[in-house]
């Protein structure tokens, strides 16, 4: 076994990684705990879909050590009452290290400020998507910019001139924001523009971005290949592809927002994939490894800024192929839409704070090993 | 009759008339001609609702001598053939000097900047208004903002955030823009905070805006009361007059619309209100003179880069008591949201390259007597 040690710095883990030859057998490496800063665990309000027991069990499951929750609850986390309900599940339930985004609201402007140290990051969704939180009004959302911490992340789901618009008010209250899962190549032209310009500005790219096309829309199905954002062209894909590549974009976002395949077979299908599960096995291979460490753990580490975990890391086979199965995965949900899919590269064991916390496709952590990485 | 000539300068105007003393009984009072940087003439495709000649005698009854009228025609004028018919019409109709923006379409993003010499501006409707011409893709909005001349105008109908993604863009393309009809307090603070930090940004506002809320739409009846942007709080108008009075807001643009009475009365009544023959009625009085001419003369001449109109004024006699009636209008459209409101000040007579156009109620001009301000 090559032990690979969690390093912080992108150009000492180059030099570790660099006597690796890509292709070759490389044995099992270690890599540092994967942190996802975009989940949906869906508690309260949609726990038959996940809750933070199953969502981390995924979690670690795919080598995620620590992920970072969404808002879009029901009801929505904007008030101390039902964050407080969402964190009390989360002490019980997580078995892998976790935070959450409070959500901007209408009605929170005045109160978010508050709630920051609960939190690691204020979400605004300036697009409609899965849940109430959709903020069109002007002055909440500069209201929002204005008030919220400067030190902390700013998260924006935005779609096209959306994003210009997150990124004015960003720069009018000189703050930095982060923009969740660029889909398109005009978003991301947009994003480096903006970012040659002194915006202070970091984003995010989804695997099924990466992965799926509006061409794969017909063989995933009508409610299945629903998400938000949609699904683009495979110009975009390629665009996506080259940001990974060449550091505009900051960070891998499994956006795992799980839906029962029933929901997402049924009327009104929502929109939403799973990803925790198969996200490194599609990026293992995809990247160098340094390039993986560095959108899987190193940035949304910084961005986020999220405390060490001490004695963290993944143990990963890279030449281990298998093939992707709903019925094999933790989340609730019950479907992937990467089903049947070969991939190669594989979570062998997760250690988390000293402990196995999964071996060989079985969680070991018992729920309530996952810590908040803010102020509990 | 005391007379006051076009001058270019504020300052100058300002000089000229600070010997009168406002409530006192002025006399007939010349002015410039008013600049329309906004209107919407109906051809082609609704020539039942206005044409170049309705349109323009209602211009001239209100002391317009030049209106610039949008794209939103039907079909809209995104193409060198429908801009064609446009202007032909216009060249024999007009009895007002005029000029036409061009139509931002998903289709003409390589061809909009060959047609920059025939039109004033560029207009990209970013929200939804009365025609086909929103643009919501984000690669065509940036593709205009890069492509269309630097020199020349671009305006756009942008709402509430939209108006922070078309500065973000303009900032990013080095360019000015213009932003029509604002209506929001919070888009006002927007524009103001975006000036402040730099940016190239003009904007305008509409009577209706100024003399209209939200709480007057049960009176003007569910369709009349229909125009984009929408009627606004009372906190809002009072936070446009302050844009108005401070100079945030640099141009009144009527934003004339015309729709027939039966239209607006029916179903799916289309939003918009008239405005050419009503605005210097409802702004003589609350506005100083300078700051009227300045918003309604010389800063749309400025930004819009408009030719001097020689030997051009309007007479107005700040005295006269009148009530809005619909059946004493040029308009082709038949009814106002202002019907039967008492004004104060109203105009006599207007003068158009030496010519009297209009004089007591009576259009003058003959059809054909309006110039193009671009080159014929």
């Known amino acids: 076994m090559l ?4 390093v912080e710095s992108r150009k000492a883990l180059f030099f570790c990684l660099s006597v690796l030859s890509r292709g070759a057998c490389m044995g099992v490496i270690r890599l540092p705990g994967l942190i996802d800063p975009h989940v949906h665990m869906r508690e309260p309000g949609g726990t038959h879909k996940e809750d933070w027991d199953s969502g981390t069990c995924a979690a670690l499951a795919g080598g995620y050590t620590c992920v970072l929750a969404m808002p879009n609850t029901l009801p929505p986390l904007t008030d101390s009452r ?41 979400k ?8 109430p939180l959709q903020l069109g009004d002007l002055a909440a959302l500069n209201g929002h910019m204005a008030r919220w911490p400067r030190q902390r992340p700013l998260l924006v789901h935005a779609e096209g001139s959306s994003i210009a618009a997150a990124l004015q008010l960003a ?6 924001v982060h923009v969740c ?18 915006a202070l ?13 509006e061409d794969d829309a017909p063989s995933l199905g009508p409610g299945r290949c ?33 839906h029962t395949a029933a929901e997402k077979d049924g009327e009104n299908p929502p929109p939403g994939f799973p990803g925790l599960e198969t996200a ?13 460490v560095a959108v899987m753990h190193t940035n949304p580490s910084r961005i986020f800024g999220l405390p060490q975990q001490p004695e963290t890391w993944i143990e990963v086979d890279p030449d281990a192929c298998w093939v992707v199965t709903a019925g094999q995965m933790h989340s609730r949900c019950g479907w992937t839409p990467f089903e049947g899919r070969r991939l190669t590269g594989r979570v062998r064991s997760v250690t988390l704070r000293g402990r196995l916390a999964f071996r060989d496709g079985e969680v070991l952590a018992p729920a309530g090993w996952g810590q908040n990485v803010r102020s509990d």
């Not at 605004?124 to 849940?131: A, E, I, N, S």
């Not at 720069?171 to 930095?176: D, E, I, S, V």
Request: net charge neutral; with cysteine; charged share 25%.
């Open 124 to 131: 605004m969704y300036l697009d409609q998507t899965f849940g």
């Open 171 to 176: 720069w009018l209250n000189h703050r930095p």
């Open 201 to 213: 500005v970091t984003c995010e790219v989804a695997p099924h971005h990466l992965f799926l096309t």
């Open 226 to 258: 629903e998400v938000r954002p949609r699904l683009a062209t495979g110009a975009d894909r390629d665009a996506l592809w080259a940001g990974l590549k060449s550091g505009v974009i900051d960070c891998l976002a499994t956006d795992h927002a799980p």
């Open 280 to 292: 490194l096995g599609l990026m293992l291979g995809r990247l160098e490894l340094d390039e993986l």
């Open 181 to 198: 899962h660029v889909s398109r190549k005009a978003e991301l032209e947009l994003i480096r523009a903006a970012r040659e310009r002194g």
């Open 3 to 6: 032990f690979i040690e969690p």
């Open 82 to 122: 039902t964050l407080e309900r969402s964190l009390a599940a989360a002490r019980r339930k997580a078995r892998c290290d976790y935070g959450v985004h409070l959500g901007a609201g209408a009605g929170n402007v005045q109160a978010a400020a508050s709630l920051a140290e609960r939190v690691v990051g204020l």
